[in-house]
């Protein structure tokens, strides 16, 4: 009877525990293209060592993670230990060819991050782009860009100096070199990232766009078309329209379900902050998967990783203090 009880309990306790989603496994080689960190755990984004695979070098190839999948396991060479994760953009293999159908959909996954810079001018009012901020202005109705963030998290700083870094860490940007980009997207980044006045847009490039697998040009030439498709959206129009009100999450998400199709709003975190009394929107990150240097945004987003709710209200800011 004791046995049949300790049976049962056992039973019960394999039951209640979450499936394990296995790896699929392997083999081949994998050809570096990015400078990517190459972690112990991909959960706990652990690395030690820091250890960065270096662009054109080869590495044994051991598994994928799921599919399709976001990171593959490989060993590197002298790193302890030496089966590593890196994300499936950082390298080229024949094992996971586009063409392949176990890995059919695998892209390159970002985050696109946007702000609403009224709210970020009212937690930051002594910076440059917000001493004279005006309710006529292009950003004061439309969202701005703070950055296109290739993932997983912690794809950061490849092939940057060490000089360059300390300066984006530490904050002096504008002594970071100046960018690359034609007469059109400087134009056209200074409306839309109002950041630039204080070297966001050099910050950006050194942190993120390095780990981009383009120039300069490329990487801000896809970060202004997708904004020109969201600013064109119906969820701009939301946010323009309640200017001083508060929006719900449900209807945010709404919004990026009609503009962008079903599931859109699973791709969308909410980010708030308090300002006294209030809690107002400070930003949106959407999370997108696929080659934005030619995919439509709506499947850009319909791809990405769904996300986990975080702000379930906030005021959409108005220009000025409040």
Not at 223 to 228: K, T, V, Y
Request: aromatic share 6%.
């Amino acid at each position: 009877m004791r046995m049949l009880r300790q049976l049962l309990i056992l039973a019960s306790l394999i039951a209640l525990t979450p499936p394990v989603v296995a790896e699929t496994r392997l083999s081949g080689m994998l050809t570096a293209t990015q400078a990517c960190p190459a972690v112990q755990s991909i959960r706990r984004q652990s690395n030690p060592g820091n250890i960065v695979i270096t662009p054109g070098e080869r590495y044994e190839l051991l598994a994928a993670n799921k599919t399709p999948p976001t990171h593959l396991r490989i060993v590197v060479p002298g790193a302890s230990p030496a089966e590593r994760w890196v994300a499936v953009q950082c390298g080229d293999s024949p094992a996971f060819a586009d063409d392949s159908p176990a890995f059919a959909g695998t892209g390159a996954d970002y985050i696109l991050a946007v702000n609403w810079q009224p709210a970020f001018c009212e937690l930051n009012a002594r910076v440059r782009e917000c001493r004279d901020q005006r309710p006529n202005a292009p950003d004061a109705t439309q969202f701005s860009l703070h950055g296109l963030w290739p993932q997983p998290r912690g794809n950061e700083y490849c092939n940057v100096s060490g000089r360059d870094r300390a300066a984006s860490e530490s904050g002096r940007w504008r002594d970071l070199p100046v960018l690359d980009l034609t007469i059109a997207q400087r134009r056209a980044l200074d409306l839309v990232m109002p950041g630039s006045q204080s070297g966001l847009d050099r910050h950006e490039w050194i942190k993120h766009g390095t780990c981009f697998g383009g120039d300069e040009r490329a990487y801000y030439q896809a970060s202004l078309d997708l904004m020109a498709a969201l600013n064109a959206s119906e969820v701009r129009a939301l946010f323009a329209a309640n200017i001083g009100s508060t929006l719900q999450l449900e209807d945010i998400k709404a919004a990026f379900e009609r503009a962008f199709g079903r599931g859109a709003g699973e791709r969308v975190i909410v980010d708030c902050a308090r300002d006294g009394d209030r809690q107002i929107i400070r930003e949106l990150r959407i999370a997108i998967r696929g080659d934005v240097t030619t995919a439509d945004f709506a499947e850009l987003i319909r791809a990405g990783e769904r996300q986990r709710d975080d702000c379930r209200s906030g005021v959409v800011d108005r220009a000025g203090l409040q």
